[in-house]
């Protein structure tokens, strides 16, 4: 959508990136375009969250509940969901599961801001009107939708020390792979 200079909190000027170069540079190394995910490759997959999932993956961070999903992710989604295979998804990106895979249970946290300590929290209200469940969680802690074979975690939606977000992401991994029975 735009690149944001983070040094001062706002978009970068006349700046613009190729999001797979910026994957690639994230990752440190081969990424492949999701178009080409297949389940049959694959025993589960998990979705990052961040700006990216509200702003590339989605348009959510714009349009709120009224969000459209990229063609590939919303396939993606559907895929593995129909493939009966695990799907982690963590901070924003729960909302592309409520918003794509009907009556999805999700967290992105709690539903209040409590002060300052959850300043996302309208976003449950959006899972709702998205159709999904919306589950308070704490940020340590992941909520695991066994019918829908999901893991999520508030992860980054939560004002909190680093450790307790690893904490929660963890939890959400393990979720993951305890759902693929390996």
């Known amino acids: ?68 999903v990229n063609g590939e992710v919303e396939r993606v989604l559907k895929e593995f969901h129909k493939a009966g295979k695990p799907i982690g998804l963590c901070c924003i990106s ?21 002060g300052g300590k959850w300043p ?14 919306h589950c308070v969680k704490e940020v340590t802690e992941a909520h695991v939708d066994v019918n829908n074979k999901m893991v999520t975690t508030p992860a980054f939606m939560c004002e909190t020390e680093l450790h307790h977000i690893f904490d929660g992401i963890g939890a959400m991994v393990k979720g993951v792979l305890k759902l693929t029975g390996k």
């Open 1 to 68: 959508m735009h690149v944001i200079d983070h040094s001062k909190g706002q978009p970068a000027e006349a700046e613009s990136r190729n999001v797979l170069v910026e994957s690639a540079r994230i990752a440190r190394g081969k990424i492949t375009d999701l178009a080409k995910l297949s389940t049959k490759d694959h025993d589960a997959i998990i979705f990052p969250g961040g700006f990216g999932a509200a702003k590339n993956l989605s348009t959510f961070a714009v349009d709120g509940k009224d969000c459209k």
């Open 94 to 114: 729960p909302v592309l599961a409520a918003k794509v895979l009907s009556g999805a249970e999700v967290t992105v946290g709690h539903e209040e801001e409590e």
């Open 120 to 133: 996302y929290a309208g976003t449950a209200v959006a899972i709702k009107a998205l159709g999904g469940k």
